[in-house]
């Protein structure tokens, strides 16, 4: 038994690395003509078959016309990397931002990654925008505080914002939107620059800043100076231990019962508040701002992180219940959206009335979830378990699915009228928005923009007001190139609706921040908020 179980952990290992080798041969080779001109056909017949709303914004005839002539543009062989390129540009037409083709990078094996586990690169403490035609670095953790607000006007001796106008030609937006490209390209700026480049293990930025122009290199290094303080803990972990050999039985249970208790109350409140683990912040914050510290401000960067976000708006909404709190702002710039569920419990504390926040989703599938479960990038793993509790899958998305007009629709928890929560807020909201509010931060905003119930201040939202195509997504892999197709099923919209199509929520006070306002460390959309209620009272 024991020689079997040796040779079957054998079997799976060389079979792994073998498939992990023809991977990484499949998405590096050059790819002949006919297999490119294979995986255009498959993604179209998949976005065709799948996408309840693939015409809304680029008419059939022309989004068959720019697929055949990519086909013909294609008379010579290409890697998938380049392919990619290619492909984005005419995907981006179906006008969905959800809908999007991401390029595969080579496989690690085991002992490969363990490897680089041991590395740490500091260039992904940076984040970045877009702002008055300058990529600058907004932001930065770690030793690099210095380089905030610095110019990039080079990055490994390519100009900047020529890299920043190449990556726009493959974001695709809701609609006709344009807000979003320059803010997604500014704020993923180094994840374009891979997805462009491949893995790197270095980068050296050309900055400027008010007195100078410098160079900045960063390498993917070891963690050494980790391994020296793990070292000094390992130390005091020692010291503990002899410390410990002092204590009773009953001191020790005690002391190991109230470490148990505190890691459980961390656990908590980063559940509740969505702690990020990269940035080392929450993802729900709310503070009092102004001159008297009465405004109350309500920052969510996204609406995913933290499951016990029922929790938080309890007790974000009781606190301003009992402080009598007047104004709230909500802060949803760059928030890229998230739970549906989330966007509906936060909305029955907006409003006083009932309400329905999305309709019934469009969908050309009786089975999303089904659906999305079995994509072909579905592990076999996975695919087995699904293939098990099936039954219960399919007998939910039966329920849940019905049609009307020849249209099938799919209805979310959202979809149903909900009662406003007794703890309702009562008084004045803004909403601060930007090209990188999108998605679920669309969603809400478009009912409050709909009911009429709060200002917004800042720019378009990069999200449609007329709703998206999102919900579950079937990702499909390319036989050829292994590009990704992200393909959402639904089309998820409020009641509200807006002409022309195609654009997102609009401020009624539109303000873009300067690059002065960065070096000034300003917040210009929150300045201009407290200025107006300052006055009002």
Not at 161 to 175: H, P, Q
Not at 203 to 226: A, C, E, G, Q
Not at 322 to 346: H, Y
Request: charged share 30%.
């Amino acid at each position: 038994m024991k020689k079997l179980l040796i040779l079957l952990t054998l079997s799976i290992v060389v079979l792994s690395c073998g498939s992990i080798e023809h991977y990484n041969e499949a998405v590096t080779k050059m790819h002949p003509v006919e297999d490119l001109h294979e995986d255009i056909d498959k993604v179209y017949k998949q976005l065709k078959r799948l996408h309840p709303r693939l015409y809304q914004f680029t008419p059939k005839e022309t989004l068959d016309y720019k697929f055949d002539s990519l086909k013909s543009a294609i008379n010579r062989p290409m890697t998938s990397r380049t392919f990619h390129k290619e492909l984005a540009k005419v995907t981006k037409f179906v006008g969905q931002g959800h809908m999007s083709v991401s390029i595969p990078n080579t496989k690690f094996t085991r002992k490969e990654q363990k490897e680089r586990l041991k590395l740490k690169f500091d260039v992904n403490n940076l984040n970045f925008e877009y702002v008055e035609d300058k990529i600058i670095i907004r932001s930065a953790r770690g030793n690099d505080s210095l380089l905030v607000n610095a110019e990039v006007l080079e990055v490994n001796g390519e100009n900047a914002l020529g890299l920043l106008k190449k990556y726009k030609t493959t974001v695709a937006s809701d609609g006709y939107n344009t807000t979003f490209h320059d803010r997604v390209v500014g704020y993923r700026f180094l994840g374009y620059y891979q997805q462009d480049n491949g893995r790197f293990d270095s980068i050296t930025f050309k900055l400027r800043n008010p007195d100078s122009t410098f160079y900045k290199t960063y390498k993917r290094v070891s963690k050494v100076k980790k391994r020296i303080a793990s070292d000094s803990i390992k130390a005091d972990s020692v010291a503990k231990i002899k410390f410990k050999d002092t204590l009773t039985r009953a001191e020790r249970k005690a002391k190991k019962k109230a470490r148990k208790l505190k890691s459980k109350e961390r656990f908590k409140k980063y559940k509740k508040y969505g702690y990020n683990y990269v940035t080392k912040q929450y993802n729900r914050n709310l503070s009092f701002i102004g001159k008297d510290s009465t405004v109350a401000l309500l920052k969510i960067t996204s609406f995913t992180r933290g499951s016990k976000y029922k929790d938080f708006y309890e007790e974000t909404f009781a606190t301003l219940d009992s402080l009598g709190t007047k104004d709230l702002v909500i802060d949803l710039r760059n928030n890229f959206g998230g739970r549906l569920n989330e966007i509906l419990a936060l909305y029955s504390y907006l409003t006083d009335k009932n309400f329905t926040l999305i309709n019934k989703s469009e969908t050309n599938s009786r089975i999303p979830i089904l659906k999305t479960a079995m994509s072909n990038t579905t592990t076999f793993g996975r695919k087995l378990f699904v293939g098990v509790l099936s039954p219960i899958i399919l007998t939910y998305d039966l329920l849940r699915t019905s049609k009307k007009d020849g249209q099938l629709y799919y209805r979310y928890k959202a979809a149903k009228e909900t009662e406003p929560n007794p703890l309702n807020f009562k008084g004045n909201i803004y909403v601060l928005i930007n090209g990188n509010s999108f998605s679920a931060s669309s969603i809400i905003s478009t009912q409050l923009k709909g009911d009429k119930r709060a200002m917004f201040i800042g720019e378009e939202t990069g999200g449609a007001y007329n709703g998206t195509v999102a919900g579950y997504y079937k990702i499909y892999e390319l036989p050829n190139t292994k590009l990704r197709a992200r393909i959402g099923l639904m089309h998820i919209d409020s009641k509200h609706k807006i002409a022309p199509d195609g654009y997102g929520v609009k401020p009624d006070v539109e303000i873009t921040p300067t690059y002065q306002d960065r070096l000034n460390n300003k917040d210009p959309e929150l300045e201009w908020v407290l200025n107006a209620i300052e006055k009002k009272n």
